[in-house]
Structures are given as C-alpha cells and as structure tokens.
C-alpha cells in the first residue's frame, strides 16, 4: 500500500514528531510512503534525512490552492492519505476524495481553535468545511475525549494518542540526574505564552533553580528583554533540539502556560524522565493528563499568582515533586509506542 503523509512543515514540533514516528512505522512495516508538506520549514527537524516536496502556495483563491493539492496528491499515487495540516485539511479531503483515495484526518489541535478568531461569519465558515472534511474523511483521528465527545455526528472518528519515544524503562529511578531545572520546552508564541512563566518564575525567592526555554520564536526577544530589564540571572534560552530527552533527565520541574493545547506533548514526555508537572488549566489536554495536587498542579488560565505560589511548592517540596512523579508514572503505559504502533495500523488495515 502507498500512504502520502502531509504534514505543516519540518521542524521539531510536536506535531512534527508524530508524524515522523508513523512514517517509520508504516516503513518499517512494508508500506511505501511519500511526503507532503505544506511550506519551507526550519534549517533542522525531524523529517531532515526523508525526500519531501512542498505543495503551499499562499495567499491564493480556494480553487487555485485545491488545484495544487490536488496535483501534488495525484503526484504522489497513494492508496491512503493521512492529513495533519489543520482547517488546510480541506483541500486534501476535497482533492483526495475526487481522485477516488481514502483518507485519515489527524487532529492536533482542539475544535475551539477554529472558532476562536475572525468575524462571525467567517466562523461559520470555517466550521462548515470542517463539517464537509470531516464527513467526506474515512476516518479522524482526535487527541482528546473532549474533540471526540464533541463531533458527536461522526461515526468514523478514533482517539490517537500521540507516543513517547524513550530509551528508558520508565519504572526506573531517574532522579539521579536531575538538577535544579525548571524546564519550559516550547515555542515562543502568544498561545504558549513564555512571558508568563517569566513574570511567575521573577517572583520566585531564593529558589536555587534556573528557568531553562527550550525553543524560538516571535516571544523570544521580548523574553530577553525581559530577563535583562529584571535583572533576572537565572535564566536560559536555548534552541530546541531533538535532543530534548536529555533535557528531560536533567530538569525537575517542567511547566506548560499555553492559552490552548490539544494533547500538549510535553506533559505526557515528563512523565517518563520523572518531571514534576505544572501547567495551566487550558483547553484542552492538561486536564486529561494531571489531576491536580495528586500527579501535578492545575492552575487557572490567567492566574500568575497561583502559578507563581504552587511553582514555590514545587521548588521547596522535593517529597512533593517525587509524589507527583511517582503517582503520574501510573499511566505511562497508555503513550508506549507499542501501543501506538499496534492501534494506528490496526486502523489502517481496516481502511
């Protein structure tokens, strides 16, 4: 079988990752896959030693964009295409379904995001063509029970979980490597929203811990600024890497401050390298992952002081951080890749 595998672009997101280990997987397993991507990435990322083409060409009309998915799927001849491309979904439903393919809608997101901007009607809109993508799709592929709850209509949908790829048995005792490191392994965006964990970690007193970001983008300067401003020395800024498990063994604490999440990766990953989990209460994602006060904290989207006070117990409590590590291995087993591995080609077969 020919699966083509459409993705943003190649970069070390999330995202990005998974659709890596699925192009392994169905290689490893027989399948002939090609590559789409929607634009120029990242100098590195993890889709760097793979042959992809790009198929984006923005800022043009509906039917001139459908024509180029159409043309670069057609390229490609697969039997199956698997789409993670968000609302541009529908132009790989649309072009995929007139050349008589199937196709798989991966969700990485949540179903607010599409509504959560622009003018009412160009809402309803974008919610009309998810309906039509949706509907047309032989199967979506949701992160969260909160999405697949949602399209309560959809009869071909799925819960996916995204794996985590580890060299270690994640029973194990980690805690020997750790340091005192606060880790915040994301983009520098306005959702993910690094400012805030700045201003909560400046009011941090005598901790003995440094706030490590792991990652760029449009925030970054701005957090530079900020650090030098507040006279903030215990504070760095490194470019992401695909190397981040090494970052994981050495951090303590990992924090998560997004405005919006699907099944942010980050708080699964710091389960298996017994990272004490902190994060806000966003949709959605956290709330499926932590229980809070038992596995990790949940704090409230805008609250920077809470943030701020349960961030000081997690740095004045090691008894607490190792209950909380102890308590979220429980569920480590859900992500292994095994597990992964056997569901997404379970689903393919029945395609």
Not at 149 to 173: A, Q, W
Not at 218 to 247: A, P
Not at 298 to 308: K, P, T
């Amino acid at each position: 079988m020919r699966v083509t595998i459409i993705f943003h672009k190649n970069c070390f997101g999330g995202s990005v990752r998974v659709q890596h280990f699925l192009s392994n997987l169905l290689l490893q397993n027989g399948y002939e896959v090609s590559l789409l991507a929607l634009e120029n990435g990242d100098d590195r990322g993890y889709f760097d030693n793979f042959k992809f083409d790009i198929i984006w060409k923005k800022k043009m009309g509906f039917w001139k964009n459908f024509h180029f998915f159409k043309k670069a799927i057609s390229h490609t001849n697969p039997d199956l295409v698997i789409s993670a491309i968000d609302y541009n979904n529908r132009f790989a439903v649309l072009a995929t379904k007139i050349l008589g393919k199937k196709i798989v809608i991966c969700e990485h997101g949540n179903h607010l995001n599409l509504v959560s901007y622009g003018s009412a009607s160009k809402k309803c809109i974008r919610r009309l063509f998810r309906f039509i993508s949706y509907k047309l799709a032989d199967t979506v592929t949701f992160l969260t029970y909160f999405d697949y709850n949602y399209f309560s209509y959809l009869k071909k949908k799925i819960v996916m979980l995204n794996p985590v790829m580890t060299e270690i048995n994640y029973l194990d005792d980690n805690q020997s490597q750790k340091e005192n490191i606060i880790l915040f392994p994301s983009r520098m965006d306005e959702n993910k929203r690094p400012m805030f964990i700045l201003k909560a970690f400046s009011k941090i007193h005598d901790s003995g811990f440094k706030l490590v970001f792991l990652g760029g983008g449009e925030e970054l300067n701005r957090c530079k600024e900020y650090v030098k401003k507040h006279n903030l020395g215990n504070v760095e800024f490194h470019e992401f890497t695909s190397d981040i498990i090494s970052w994981y063994k050495r951090s303590k604490i990992v924090s998560l401050t997004s405005r919006s999440e699907g099944m942010p990766n980050i708080l699964v990953e710091a389960m298996f390298y017994d990272c004490a989990r902190i994060s806000t209460n966003c949709i959605t994602g956290p709330q499926e992952l932590i229980s809070d006060g038992v596995d990790g904290f949940l704090i409230n989207v805008d609250d920077e002081e809470e943030y701020a006070r349960k961030l000081q117990s997690l740095i004045n409590d090691e008894q607490l951080r190792l209950s909380f590590c102890e308590r979220a291995k429980v569920r480590c087993d859900e992500f292994s890749p095994e597990k992964i591995s056997a569901k997404w080609l379970k689903l393919i077969q029945t395609l």
